[in-house]
């Protein structure tokens, strides 16, 4: 069959004009049947240059994303939205050209709410919202939603977000640290038993992982206050285990790290806590307006919950998140041994019992020589690796997404590099 040279053809023959990539040559894309992608071409291979490297759909040619956020999305996902892309279940459209209040969305959304409930048993005495602003408008909603202005509330910081939810919460209601690991550079979590509560506070905060300084709480404080409530900021551990929803009056998370593309936040809030926002709080941070309509009081971001609910039900295929713990769990254990067993060439500075299962920091003996690294690593396909411009040093983001054999190929990469540099 004849065809342009920049065209696609998708399912029933209908030609989309592409985006006219040089390595592309005379290639087309057969969707046979719905979850089924052949690809068929003329050249090599059908290869799409980014600014890191190249890489091939659907091939073992991508490279290894360590990105803290976005951060890498399951390839089976990706591969399951692109079939769908332009035609949603014969729909006749893309899931970004829909009606939010269509039938069609409507079925996306329910059962993304659906499948993430079952992931994480949530309780039916829960509310579960798809916003937008991510975690940071989270972090001035709770005390609009949840507080007067002369209200105490308290805050535990174990890293750089829980500080800029404590500073942001300032404007709103009367917030305490009760305990900061910033004089120990946020490498700890406090022991609970030493925390002194406020007895009135209306709510105690953490941040269940620290994405920049790689610190996880692995078990969660109990409010002493028989009114108050735990907050948790779940954004880079969200769904990458299993959680007692009930131990917490509010959960929050941007989608960005473990469960989508950026632009979704999640919140799963108890019910009994909607309602009592201030007359100051404005209509896009008033969870009582998202929960009275389902989500959907304006138009929220359709392609990014479709993208959720597509990683929620790949989450469920895995087992659920008990198996996906496991996984996790052993990427981790492979990293951190490589190392602790470098004899000081490479050091985590994490204390070990509350070392993260996603977000991975290190520095080498030798900081000059990070550059270094960072940048041969590039060269091997693993992008990405650079900490934060506030720690500096590395800093390896395995999501649940990481494949095990990224993992294991940067453990291979950092011994080889230690040989030639020690």
Known sequence: M????????????TQIPSLKPKSISQSFIHLTKPNTINLTTRTKSVSIRCASASTTVGSEQRVFNFAAGPAALPENVLLKAQSDLYNWRGSGMSVMEMSHRGKEFLSIIQKAESDLRQLLEIPSEYSVLFLQGGATTQFAALPLNLCKSDDSVDYIVTGSWGDKAFKEAKK???????????????TKVPSFDGLEQSSHAKYLHICANETIHGVEFKDYPVVKNPDGILIADMSSNFCSKPVDVSKFGVIY???????????????????????????????????????????????????????CGLVFDDLLEQGGLKEVEKKNQRKAELLYNAIDESKGFFRCPVEKSVRSLMNVPFTLEKSELEAEFIKEAAKEKMVQLKGHRS????????????PLAGVEKLVAFMKDFQARHA
């Open 2 to 13: 004849a065809a342009s040279t920049n065209s696609f053809l998708i399912g029933n023959q």
């Open 172 to 186: 709103y209601c009367n917030p305490k640290v009760i305990w900061s690991g910033k004089s120990e550079k946020y």
């Open 253 to 307: 998370a941007g989608a960005q790290k473990n469960v989508g593309p950026s632009g979704v936040t999640i919140v799963i809030i108890r019910k009994d806590l909607i309602g009592n926002g201030r007359d100051i709080t404005p209509v896009m941070l008033d969870y009582k307006i998202h929960d009275e309509n389902s989500s959907l009081y304006n138009t929220p971001p359709c392609f990014g919950i479709y993208m």
């Open 391 to 402: 720690v500096g040093g590395m800093r390896a983001s395995i999501y649940n997404a990481m």
